[in-house]
């Protein structure tokens, strides 16, 4: 299973994140904003807080409250403040939504291909901030890489149960040992009991197969998921079985958007347009019998013009239509 080439993978974990629980996202805002201004400040004062150095300029003198409004709510910023002279992070107070935007990219990009020095060193002058020294990036880097792995390894008990569950796929380009190699980045996500999406888990594998899968899911359940009703993913055999044998119970229902390139790949291109209107017109329905009685008549549409679309529409049609079996409510969350 592969991601459309045009897909930004960084953009996508950052929606993911950006449709998160807030205090995740709220979190990890406050864990990176705090760490780049205390850095700031190590670099004006010429030296890092509470070490001696004959290259100290200035000290540190307490803090001061400032509040920084962003998506995920309103953070309370304890901003540094120096003996003499100041430091006021204009980076970011000054600049406010594009900073916030800037910052949420960064924390994705590091979430989803690692925090490394060299990295670190390429996106902290994406915000405007220049002048930090290498040990500074790199004790940045640090305090992120165990952030991060403390958030990939928690318990998700106290979240769930997390009815729907999505599961998906990135293929990316790693550095190892001196070449460049393909790698895939496993990624689930699911709906918790205040309705907010939650990245549950994330690994990186060398292959995408059904033993990457079935650990990545046991590793997810071990942490606490439960109560699943419906899993959503492409019909990647190995995934599908990993689904089956962790979540007991759940549904799978079959990824629209993989389906859609499916069922693409097969249909003349002249053809397309016309059968994907179709094919959406069946999920913008009022009801489930009215999903079915669509689904139907889509079927009869197609027999007679294009035949091998129709039996390949009408063999997936319990992968599809898994969702109409919960409340029109919250099908947007399947």
């Known amino acids: 299973m592969t991601v459309n080439p045009s897909i930004d993978p960084a953009r996508l974990i950052e929606e993911q994140l950006s449709q998160a629980s807030p205090d995740l996202l709220r ?5 990176f904003i705090i760490t780049l201004m205390s850095a700031e400040a190590d670099a004006v004062c010429g030296a890092a807080y509470g070490t001696q150095s004959p290259d100290r300029t200035n000290r540190r003198n307490g803090y001061r409250v400032r509040e920084f409004d962003t998506r995920a709510g309103t953070l309370d910023l304890a901003l540094p403040k120096l003996r003499s002279g100041t430091c006021f992070p204009e980076w970011l107070l000054e600049r406010r939504k594009r900073a916030e935007r800037a910052l949420t990219s960064v924390i994705a990009t590091c979430y989803l291909l690692g925090v490394s020095t060299r990295r670190m060193d390429r996106l902290v002058p994406s915000l405007g901030i220049t002048g930090l020294s290498k040990s500074q990036v790199s004790e940045m880097a640090k305090d992120l890489d165990e952030h991060v792995e403390q958030f990939r390894t928690r318990r998700i008990d106290d979240a769930g149960p997390f009815t729907f569950v999505a599961a998906d796929a990135l293929v990316l380009k790693v550095r190892e040992g001196g070449r460049v190699v393909g790698v895939h980045a496993l990624v689930a ?15 990186v594998t060398t292959s995408e197969d059904g033993a990457g899968w079935l650990g990545f899911f046991r590793d997810v359940v071990a942490r606490g998921l439960a109560g699943v009703k419906l899993v959503t993913s492409d019909a990647h055999a190995g995934l599908v079985a990993a689904i089956g044998a962790t979540c ?6 079959r990824c629209r958007t993989h389906y859609s390139a499916n069922l693409m790949s097969i249909t003349p291109k002249s053809s397309w347009p016309w059968v994907k209107t179709m094919l959406h017109s069946i999920y913008d329905q009022p009801d489930a019998e009215a999903v079915h009685a669509q689904f139907d008549r889509v079927i ?17 049609r319990a992968d599809i239509l898994a969702f109409t079996a919960f409340p029109k409510e919250i099908w947007r969350q399947t």
């Open 248 to 253: 007991e119970g759940a549904a799978w229902q």
């Open 189 to 203: 996500t699911g709906v918790n009991v205040d309705g907010h999406r939650e990245i549950l888990g994330l690994q």
């Open 27 to 31: 979190e990890l805002l406050t864990l």
């Open 300 to 316: 009869t549409a197609l027999e007679t013009k294009l035949p091998d679309v129709a039996d390949h529409l009408e063999g997936a």
